[in-house]
């Protein structure tokens, strides 16, 4: 039995609750889809595998040459950015999720102990949710080339601990150099920068360099393995320990431990002092002069658009959230730039990846808008049909894409006047089609719950995916001058109306009322 | 007279019935108080005469409209507020009343005169220009309570809105709400606090199990349980026990 309390006390209850957290997410919420869950999670695994066997299987028999480490080093690279990424979200959440922290922090147990249990979940979380994706590719590659190649996991260990470390030393950081205040919208604009930067970055040198945005191009090019260090370098320690050396991966074990251990001992009791600041500080940023004007002498579906860009405009977390797909787009922007500058044939996936990014764009500002209305009560009792009110938010959001992919736009049609317009019907067909996924499946939900809006329906989240890269194919073959091409957007229209078929149930079964009470505000 | 709101033979189901055939007169320039136990259909019924909630059956009419067949013509004259507030974080006061004034249509000059006295009212007017994020619950309900009243309604519905005020906030909504009765306004309200519904309200509605049981002045309300010289408390407990209890 445990003493009430203690470490293994504390562990132990935040063990409970995340893996009911887990659960929950996982199900929606219903327990009887436990089962569908379950056997989702094993085909997503299944098909991993598969995919891990199509990309390295071949490679298992690889040795630490200098392109190898290379490479490899690129992938540790890109996963502790990403894990770095997670962490910095979770140490946030950690500081500024009231939930129970009022509760524990006004009981006689030391703050130190609940920190200390709290960074090491969030290590544990950030590991488990790497090796969620990393594990298939370690499975593949040792049952190909021995078990030298589960030292990986050993690696995967040191970056999250590491990552969780560097991500609680620069969120204290922040607090000391921002305050309390600041440091939750600069840390989640850090954390969803964090983890695009690296990928972006690295196929936009690709870009630049070769004109070419495959990355790995980039990794095996004769410049980078000119300015490689030796192979006898330290720098490679990291991808010889995931090639299976026992030294390196010693090395890189005992540094993320000892990164880990000096997180705790410092920033434990600190952690307590800093969660108390939130608490006491509000959140809000003061006495700027917010302008009544800006509604002005306006019609009310110009001032919902106005208030919905306002809100948005406003909302630093929420505008990096939303807008992190646009990150996305600076490789095609380099690529066209390129091209345009040397006068050579405009690339045709451009047209693509601008008609995706768009469909999962308006997607999450069709959710902000429709289902993430802070007010709905207001917006219900206003003397407005709701005919009124959903064009004015379908308005809203087409007009940011709009004003967001308009100068893609105009730069393709200096280079293809055809693909830049394949490329708008797309964009145009993409938004409108996510924007009316998000309204037939709307559920009504506080925007600080727009990362897991994907929760609220797994049906939403798969079709407006799908929907987006349906749109995208059809505009690939049109720009490419394929004669399938209108077979592509059928295909995307069948999506749309498949999902359309699917809708009156989920209603239906919701019961939904014109505008719900406070108290039925869905958690996800 | 044309009455303020009248329903008729209101009725909605959720799991189970909300509101039962619901009938509830309420006269122009009336303040009244709708009493009951918990989940008896307040809230329900409040929220159909908003328009927040489609009934099963029956007819909801405001000052003559039929809030069914016309709802924006019914809200135009309506306001609501419920014990949530329900706010913008991201707009200051100020803005938040020049955007409530902009769905009702009323002209932005005006609009900007009336909240600029409304928060003046209610004390917030050295807040007027932060964000409602840092607000407490009580600055956040009278930000919502101006806007329920920056477009002068007609009818102001209300659901609990005194729950979370301090005594001086409360005794402001208090003062707030009697103002606009004296000024013509009607008022509906709920409340589970007895002492403000027996000193303010001039008619007390008691609903349970999604009917009216009972109607009239407090002293209506006494003859009919048989207590005299009771309390509004004594009386409502005696009309709620009559009803078997609810879930």
Redesign the interface.
């Known amino acids: 039995m445990m003493r009430a309390g203690s470490i293994a006390w504390i562990a132990g209850h935040e063990l409970r609750l995340a893996w009911r957290d887990f659960v929950s997410m996982a199900t929606g919420g219903r327990r009887r889809r436990t089962a569908v869950a379950v056997l989702l999670v094993a085909i997503f695994i299944a098909f991993m595998h598969w995919l891990a066997d199509l990309t390295v299987g071949g490679h298992a028999d690889a040795v630490p040459d200098r392109q190898t480490l290379t490479i490899v080093t690129g992938a540790v690279v890109l996963s502790w950015s990403l894990m770095l990424s997670q962490a910095l979200e979770q140490v946030t959440r950690a500081f500024y999720q009231r939930a129970d922290l009022d509760l524990i922090l006004s009981s006689p147990l030391p703050a130190r102990r609940l920190f200390t249990v709290r960074i090491a979940a969030i290590a544990g979380t950030t590991m488990a949710m790497a090796l969620f994706l990393i594990a298939p590719f370690v499975n593949v590659l040792a049952w190909h080339g021995g078990p030298r190649w589960l030292s990986a996991y050993g690696v995967v260990f040191a970056l999250g601990a590491s990552a969780t470390a560097v991500a609680v030393a620069l969120t204290d950081s922040l607090f000391r150099w921002v305050g309390p205040r600041r440091t939750r919208y600069a840390a989640q604009v850090l954390a969803a920068v964090t983890g695009a930067v690296f990928v972006i970055g690295i196929q936009a040198a690709a870009i630049v360099s070769y004109g070419s945005p495959a990355r790995f191009d980039l990794l095996q090019s004769e410049a980078v393995a000119a300015l490689a260090p030796a192979v006898e370098s330290a720098f490679w320690w990291p991808a010889r320990a995931v090639l299976g050396e026992g030294s390196p991966l010693a090395a890189v074990l005992a540094l993320g431990c000892a990164l880990f251990v000096a997180a705790i001992a410092f920033f434990s009791t600190r952690f307590a002092r800093h969660a108390r600041a939130t608490a006491g500080a509000p959140s809000t940023l003061r006495a700027r002069q917010g302008r009544a004007a800006a509604f002005g002498r306006s019609t009310p579906g110009t001032v919902l658009r106005r208030k919905e860009w306002m809100l948005l405009r406003r909302d630093p977390w929420l505008m990096s959230q939303s807008l992190m797909q646009v990150l996305y787009l600076i490789p095609p922007a380099l690529l066209l730039w390129r091209n345009f500058g040397e006068g050579s044939d405009m690339p045709v996936f451009v047209a693509p990846v601008l008609v995706v990014t768009a469909g999962q764009l308006a997607g999450g500002l069709a959710w902000l808008a429709v289902s993430g209305e802070d007010a709905p009560d207001l917006i219900g009792s206003a003397p407005v049909t709701a005919r009124s009110v959903l064009r004015a938010k379908v308005e809203a959001t087409m007009a940011a894409i709009v004003c967001l992919f308009a100068p893609f736009l105009l730069a393709l049609a200096f280079g293809s006047l055809w693909i830049a317009l394949v490329a708008a019907a797309g964009i145009v067909a993409a938004a409108l089609s996510a924007i009316q996924i998000q309204l037939w499946f709307r559920l009504q939900a506080r925007r600080t719950h727009f990362r897991r809006r994907h929760t609220s329906s797994r049906v939403a989240t798969f079709a407006e995916a799908l929907s987006s890269f349906s749109w995208a194919g059809a505009a690939g073959l049109a720009a490419a001058g394929s004669p399938l091409a209108p077979a592509g957007a059928l295909v995307a229209l069948a999506v749309l109306l498949g999902t359309g078929v699917l809708r009156p149930v989920a209603v239906r079964r919701r019961q939904a009322p014109v505008a719900p009470t406070p108290s039925q505000l869905s958690p996800a | 007279m044309i009455p303020a709101l009248e329903t008729r033979a209101l009725r909605k189901a ?1 799991d189970r019935p909300a509101v039962e055939g619901l009938d509830l007169t309420v006269r122009p320039g009336e303040f009244y108080t709708l009493l009951g136990p918990n989940g008896a259909g307040k ?1 329900t019924t409040l ?1 159909m005469v ?5 009934p099963d059956s029956g007819s909801i009419s405001i000052f003559g409209v039929d809030a069914l067949a016309d ?6 004259m ?3 507020l ?1 014990d ?1 507030p ?10 938040y ?9 009323v ?2 000059g005006h609009a ?1 005169m009336r ?1 600029t006295e409304l928060l003046d009212w209610l004390g917030l007017a050295p807040h ?8 407490s619950r009580g600055m956040k309900q009278k930000v919502a309570l101006a ?1 329920a009243l920056v477009h002068e309604p007609r009818l102001i519905v209300l659901d609990e809105p005194l729950t979370g005020l301090d005594a001086r906030s409360a005794r402001l909504v208090k003062d707030v709400l009697i103002a606009r009765v004296a000024g013509g306004a009607t008022v509906v309200m709920t409340t589970h606090i007895l002492e403000v519904a027996e000193r303010m309200a001039e008619r007390i509605g008691v609903i349970a199990q999604g009917r009216l049981i009972a109607e009239g002045t407090l002293e209506d309300l006494r003859a009919r349980s048989g207590r005299r010289d009771s309390t509004l408390e004594d009386v409502f407990l005696a009309l709620t026990a009559e009803e078997p209890a609810t879930a």
Do not use: N, Q
């Open positions: 959720f809230t929220r908003a328009g927040l909630l489609a709802p924006v013509a019914a809200k135009r309506t306001a609501w419920s949530e329900m706010i913008y974080d991201k707009l200051s006061p100020l803005e009343l020049a955007f409530v004034a902009g769905l009702w249509g002209d932005a900007e909240a007027a220009h932060e964000r409602c994020e840092g607000f806007g």
